[in-house]
């Protein structure tokens, strides 16, 4: 009876603890400075009020400038193993079972500090878009906006923007629109 007892006593707790059990998404995501200033980034696992989740542990998935990369979160924070260089851009992306969430952000590192800014990508395809528009209806400033698009190309692709991470960050904030 004792043992009879006890088997369902350890069942009953096994059944309850899977069912507080719940499946962890990353839904949305922000970039930040990790804490030790070492040079790194750290992903902070948000919801959509961006408030911290302190709720999301474990291995995640997470690419980054196309390298696919294994994070550990633990309260919510995961950090990447690479440390920051210098001034880049940045295409993170995470996909779960339900969606994938891409943003681009532009990491500017001054001496030991690491900003990073979001940057929208529809406003990379809109603004040299407007600007060669307008230098059409110009034709006399044509030149100088052509020399302007060619200078704003190369330090976009210097910095290691392609037109796949625009193109594809584009896509993301269209979706978000529906």
């Known amino acids: 009876m004792r043992i009879l007892v006890i088997l369902f006593t350890l069942l009953y707790c096994s059944i309850y603890s899977q069912g507080q059990n719940k499946p962890q998404y990353i839904d949305n995501f922000i970039v930040k400075e990790n804490l030790t200033a070492n040079g790194k980034v750290a992903i902070i696992a948000v919801d959509s009020s961006e408030i911290a989740n302190e709720a999301i542990n474990g ?45 681009l952000y532009f990491l500017y590192k001054k001496e030991n500090k690491i900003t990073p800014v979001k940057i929208n990508g529809l406003l990379l395809l809109i603004i040299p878009a407007v600007l060669l528009l307008l230098a ?29 991470q625009i193109l594809e960050s584009a896509v993301e904030v269209l979706k978000s629109f529906f």
């Open 59 to 103: 291995t995640f998935k997470f690419s980054i400038n196309g390298f696919e990369q294994t994070l550990s979160f633990h309260q919510g924070v995961g950090v990447p193993s690479h440390a920051i260089d210098g001034s880049t851009f940045a295409y993170f992306k995470h996909k779960n079972q339900n969606r994938s969430t891409g943003k």
């Open 136 to 164: 059409y209806a110009l034709k006399r400033f044509l030149t100088t906006f052509i020399v302007l698009a060619v200078i704003y190309a190369y330090f976009s692709f210097s910095k290691g923007l392609s037109i796949s």
